[in-house]
């Protein structure tokens, strides 16, 4: 008799205790993304970050990302653009 998938009596993965399994996102772009907001959030209207892609952990679509999951998360619209050197970062302001 062919064995399925229920009959099996041990795990497949491992367990974990539920006070070790990691919460949220703190992952290896924290700190950078951390720096980011807040430089965005002093930012006036009209004006844009300039960050040298050369001070950036990653690559910029990396970090891009990691920037786009953290504003969304927290209802911040933000643009972004780059050049050779450079990423620049701006906040969509909402039409009067």
Do not use: C
């Amino acid at each position: 008799m062919a064995t399925n998938e229920t009959d099996v009596d041990f795990a497949t993965f491992q367990e974990v205790l539920q006070g070790d399994v990691p919460k949220g996102r703190d992952g290896k772009h924290k700190r950078i993304v951390t720096r980011l907001l807040n430089d965005i959030q002093r930012l006036k209207a009209g004006t844009a970050l300039k960050v040298p892609l050369a001070a950036l952990p990653d690559s910029k679509e990396n970090i891009r990302s990691a920037l786009n999951r953290a504003t969304h998360q927290r209802g911040i619209d933000v643009a972004t653009s780059s050049d050779a050197e450079n990423l620049y970062i701006w906040k969509i302001h909402p039409k009067a």
